[in-house]
């Protein structure tokens, strides 16, 4: 789960608390990244993550893309909320996730600045055209950087002309259960190996609030991401049935042996031959 604010005080947390339910129901733990404005203002929530069995990982310190920054000033507040998960957990987190998915060629500098901070992986790439953010022609698997960091794409298939992340967000509670359901054996099949993960926000969760005109999407895309919240827990309780879940932290050494080094200048979707160990 992604854990930033969204409605009034205090929806988030309680809405990030019924995930938490649903995980220890299904006795599945998870990665969680807080956005750092979350750890500042709501530290008891970050060490309850923790205490349940959770990876905290980070969100960054805002809300923006990741192409509204400048190396400089992403690295700053990077410093910033990885410092204050640390202090607050007695270890840095090793995971980052952009807002919005927006690690894309507009902000290619980003991973090298992660590498430097100390992080040892990103989930933060849409490897496909999206009006959003998105990298089209990033490797659809996991992958490396040239500086070291792995990258965990998120998973996505084809939905007419578009390629969309299927199993989280709006998407997993919006496309039909059949759609779903062929889209998770076509990725299971893909990828070899039968990894998924999903990804949420607290207010995916919320199907109490009312409706809140987003600073971040126009009325249609604040209309859309608060419709039909209801059957995300259910869904996200579907997909963890007869599977085991465990956080990004607890598989990295595995995933990081399958993959290759990307550099992001090569032909869309070639990897290099090195493997990073
Ligand atoms: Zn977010």
């Known amino acids: 789960m992604d854990v930033e604010d969204h409605g009034a005080p205090g929806r988030a947390a309680a809405a990030t608390r019924r995930l938490l339910d649903l995980l220890d129901a299904a006795d599945a733990r998870g990665t969680f990244f807080v956005l750092d404005t979350v750890v500042r203002d709501d530290p008891a929530l970050v060490a309850e993550l923790a205490r349940r069995g959770h990876e905290v990982a980070s969100h960054g310190h805002d809300h923006r893309h990741l192409a509204q920054h400048t190396p400089v000033s992403f690295r700053a507040g990077l410093v910033v909320a990885r410092d204050r998960l640390a202090d607050l957990l007695g270890a840095p987190p090793q995971g980052y996730r ?10 290619a500098w980003a991973p090298a600045v992660l590498a430097e901070c100390g992080f040892a992986y990103s989930s933060s ?17 996991p992958f490396a950087w040239p ?11 084809r939905f007419g ?10 998407y997993l ?3 039909p259960p059949w759609r779903l359901r062929t ?4 990725w299971v099949a893909e990828s070899g190996d039968g990894h998924l993960w999903s990804y949420c926000h607290p207010y995916d969760v919320d199907a109490g609030e009312g409706l809140v005109r987003r600073q971040d999407a126009g009325l249609a895309g604040s209309v859309m991401l608060w419709l039909n919240r209801g059957p995300t827990l259910p869904r996200l309780a579907g997909l963890l049935r007869g599977r085991r879940s465990e956080p990004f932290a607890a598989r990295l050494s595995a995933l990081r042996a399958a993959a290759a080094t990307w550099q992001a200048d090569a032909a869309p ?4 031959a090195a493997t990073v160990g």
Do not use: D, I, K, Q
Request: charged share 10%.
């Open 125 to 141: 790439v849409l490897p496909a055209w999206n009006p959003m953010a998105g990298w089209p022609g990033a490797p659809r698997r």
């Open 269 to 272: 979707g070639v990897l290099r």
């Open 161 to 170: 002309p578009l390629s969309l992340p299927f199993l989280g967000g709006m």
């Open 98 to 107: 952009a807002p919005y998915f927006s690690l894309t060629p507009a902000a």
């Open 147 to 157: 500086g070291g960091v792995l990258e965990l794409p998120v998973p996505v298939g």
């Open 183 to 186: 889209l998770v054996r076509s």
């Open 173 to 175: 509670r919006w496309l």
